[in-house]
């Protein structure tokens, strides 16, 4: 019932924001003496961003058609390399361009959109070979193509890693951003224990909930005061025949935007606020950056329900990778077991979703690693987005990457 409700909701809303678009276009038309005079500007724009907030949304296009390297504009193409049914292996090909570190970037799995990690692919094309995991919509996956959970994420990591490693040089460098970093690091020390040959040259881990027994914030709360069964009662709700994947249970991506928001009320309703002063203002430009980020942050997909409840029963509620208790199929995953995969750990001075010293748990538990082959960065003054997006990302935290893995490229 809750994941049609919110379909109704979401049709009612789209209609009116439908509306209210038409009355701003017609509000602003120069042809129309209002747009000059009266309240007319001031309506138009409380319009548009009534309209602009209700809109429905897709998943956003990446729409990286160019980079620079070594001083030259280099074309950018978009490219599939392995297609698995939750999620699908993306390159970023450019052109005329030979070599360079193969870097697998791995995407939140948590309700949004891997585009959401846009600037931190189009940074690091400029120094690197980028692939990205592009997660799959789980409403959009059909019940015939079984269940996916902690255990298959790392194996989709196992098998993205393999298929970039098919041409060239098998081994390639990951960076994990936020939750991703558990899997991804359960995946390092499986494939460092069998001695694949695809194992990672470097793992790098940003603001991720390795050990979120360090510096708990209000996500980590959330996941600790409530039990288990709690969760499965309250936030799964299950498709509707509208959708491909009908009948599936999932943790829907409107409730985790719903929790997002409501953490940061007060910023968001002034963030409105400003878009709405500067569209009566004619500043077009500062309104379109606040109308870009909502459309990338309102993007939202689900995920399976297996795999939600499964992440806040290891990750925030038994602490399993760092009490030494998680498996994958079967078998301990021991970070002890990673000897040749460099670490480096990245944390924002005011992350509040990824408390500090929670990723760089990560360098403490890796117990068989030569200290030289881990690092620890703090980026003073970033918050959690701000560590894989924006000025501050690109000119402060990247280089200490790009260095990384320059250092560790084997």
């Given at each position: 019932?809750?994941?049609?409700a919110?379909?109704?909701?979401?049709?009612?809303?789209?209609?009116?924001?439908?509306?209210?678009?038409?009355?701003?276009?017609?509000?602003?038309?120069?042809?129309?003496?209002?747009?000059?005079?009266?309240?007319?500007?001031?309506?138009?724009?409380?319009?548009?961003?009534?309209?602009?907030?209700?809109?429905?949304?897709?998943?956003?296009?990446?729409?990286?058609t160019?980079?620079?390297?070594?001083?030259?504009?280099?074309?950018?193409?978009?490219?599939?390399?392995?297609?698995?049914?939750?999620?699908?292996?993306?390159?970023?090909?450019r052109?005329?361009?030979?070599?360079?570190p193969?870097l697998?970037?791995?995407?939140?799995?948590?309700?949004?959109?891997?585009?959401?990690?846009?600037?931190?692919?189009?940074?690091?094309?400029?120094?690197?070979?980028?692939?990205?995991?592009?997660?799959?919509d789980?409403?959009l996956?059909?019940?015939?193509?079984?269940?996916?959970?902690?255990?298959?994420?790392?194996?989709?990591?196992?098998?993205?890693?393999?298929?970039?490693?098919?041409?060239?040089?098998?081994?390639?460098?990951?960076?994990a951003?936020?939750q991703?970093?558990?899997?991804?690091?359960?995946?390092?020390?499986?494939m460092?224990?069998?001695?694949?040959?695809n194992r990672?040259y470097?793992?790098?881990?940003?603001?991720?909930?390795?050990?979120?027994?360090e510096?708990?914030?209000?996500v980590?709360?959330?996941?600790?005061e409530?039990?288990?069964?709690?969760?499965?009662?309250?936030?799964?709700?299950?498709?509707?025949?509208?959708?491909?994947?009908?009948?599936?249970?999932?943790?829907?991506?409107?409730?985790?935007?719903?929790?997002?928001?409501?953490?940061?009320?007060?910023?968001?309703?002034?963030?409105h606020?400003?878009?709405?002063?500067?569209?009566?203002?004619?500043?077009?430009?500062?309104a379109?950056?606040?109308?870009?980020f909502?459309?990338?942050?309102?993007?939202?997909?689900?995920?399976?329900?297996?795999?939600?409840?499964?992440?806040?029963?290891?990750?925030?509620?038994t602490?399993?990778?760092?009490?030494?208790?998680?498996?994958?199929?079967?078998?301990?995953?021991?970070p002890?077991?990673?000897?040749?995969?460099?670490?480096?750990?990245?944390?924002g001075?005011?992350?509040?979703?990824?408390?500090?010293?929670q990723?760089?748990?990560?360098?403490?538990?890796?117990?068989?690693?030569?200290?030289?082959?881990k690092?620890?960065?703090?980026?003073?003054?970033?918050?959690?987005?701000?560590i894989?997006?924006g000025?501050?990302?690109?000119?402060?935290i990247?280089?200490?990457?790009?260095?990384?893995?320059a250092?560790?490229?084997g």
């Open positions: 019932m809750l994941y049609d919110y379909e109704f909701q979401r049709s009612m809303l789209a209609g009116a924001s439908a509306m209210a678009n038409f009355g701003a276009g017609l509000l602003q038309n120069p042809a129309n003496p209002f747009s000059y005079f009266g309240g007319g500007p001031v309506l138009a724009s409380a319009l548009e961003v009534f309209a602009h907030a209700a809109a429905p949304r897709g998943k956003p296009a990446f729409g990286i160019q980079t620079v390297v070594d001083g030259r504009e280099v074309a950018v193409r978009e490219e599939i390399v392995l297609r698995k049914p939750f999620g699908q292996l993306k390159h970023f090909v052109e005329g361009v030979i070599g360079g193969k697998l970037i791995v995407a939140p799995m948590s309700g949004h959109y891997a585009t959401l990690l846009r600037d931190t692919v189009r940074r690091m094309l400029v120094s690197a070979d980028v692939y990205i995991t592009d997660w799959r789980a409403k996956v059909p019940l015939s193509d079984g269940r996916f959970d902690l255990d298959d994420y790392i194996d989709y990591l196992t098998d993205f890693l393999a298929a970039i490693g098919a041409e060239g040089d098998p081994r390639a460098h990951v960076l951003v936020c991703p970093s558990v899997p991804a690091y359960a995946a390092t020390a499986a460092n224990r069998d001695r694949h040959p990672p470097t793992l790098s881990m940003m603001g991720g909930p390795i050990d979120t027994r510096a708990p914030t209000a980590n709360t959330l996941a600790t409530r039990p288990h069964a709690w969760f499965e009662q309250n936030v799964i709700a299950t498709v509707p025949m509208t959708y491909p994947g009908a009948g599936r249970r999932v943790y829907p991506g409107f409730l985790q935007l719903a929790g997002f928001m409501s953490m940061n009320l007060g910023n968001h309703m002034i963030s606020w400003e878009m709405f002063k500067h569209l009566v203002e004619g500043d077009g430009d500062s379109s950056a606040t109308k870009d909502y459309d990338e942050y309102r993007s939202v997909c689900d995920m399976t329900a297996e795999f939600y409840l499964q992440t806040i029963e290891l990750v925030f509620q602490h399993a990778l760092p009490n030494g208790t998680m498996t994958h199929r079967g078998r301990p995953v021991d002890a077991s990673i000897t040749d995969t460099a670490l480096l750990a990245i944390e001075e005011r992350d509040d979703i990824s408390g500090l010293g990723t760089r748990a990560a360098l403490t538990l890796a117990k068989a690693l030569p200290e030289e082959m690092q620890y960065h703090l980026a003073e003054g970033v918050g959690h987005y701000g894989f997006h000025s501050k990302w690109r000119n402060r990247a280089p200490v990457l790009e260095g990384w893995i250092q560790h490229g």
